[in-house]
């Protein structure tokens, strides 16, 4: 079945810089690539997503990044805030629906 | 628009009792509904795959008996967690997709945490 590794698993930044997190998957057939944010006990959150017909897609500060060939996918968070603090996961879906979610990074933006 | 109302939002029983989860879809349909499981700091894991009119698709490992699905209209799937205890303790999270297609944005309830005796 399809695994995902998120790294990192916790990034610290300074208000104002960037932030990227890498995530690799093994299905090739996943097509699908979405970002959640999830604050301390809450639902988790659609930030953005990417097909696998796209290399890069950017809303303001975010933006994804997709390798196919080498199967990995990254989120960008340019200019951070300290609002931007949460837990974010990446995912992958296959054709058949099934998603596969990566292990979280629990990002922390210091003011 | 893309609403999932998951209810209830907290729940504490005793070990034994039967509990009832429900996700709703208020402002579209969804003929596909997700049931996810999240222990403290951890990841989302699936649990099975809810379609409407027919069988939940289970996940390796998940008990179908202990864990029970039904998915009876396209705005409502419910989870009912049967004899828990004190091990079924968690944060239960329900998903909906909005169309048919696989590569569509989930939409996630508020989830259900449950607290068994």
Redesign the interface.
Known sequence: GENVEQHPSTLSVQEGDSAVIKCTYSDSAS??F?W?KQEL??????II?I?SNVGEKKDQRIAVTLNKTAKHFSLHITETQPEDSAVY?CAA????????????T?LTVKP | GAVVSQHPSRVICKSGTSVKIECRSLDFQAT?M?WYRQFP??????MA?SNEGSKATYEQGVEKDKFLINHASLTLSTLTVTSAHPEDSSFY?CSA?RGAL??????????TRLSIL
């Open positions: 097509n699908y979405p959640y006990g809450k639902r988790p959150q659609l997503d097909r996961f879906y296959t054709n058949a629906g099934k998603s596969t979610f990566g292990d979280g629990t | 596909t997700f700091k951890k990841s989302l894991m699936l795959t999270i997709r696989s590569n569509q944005p989930q939409h996630f309830g508020d989830g």
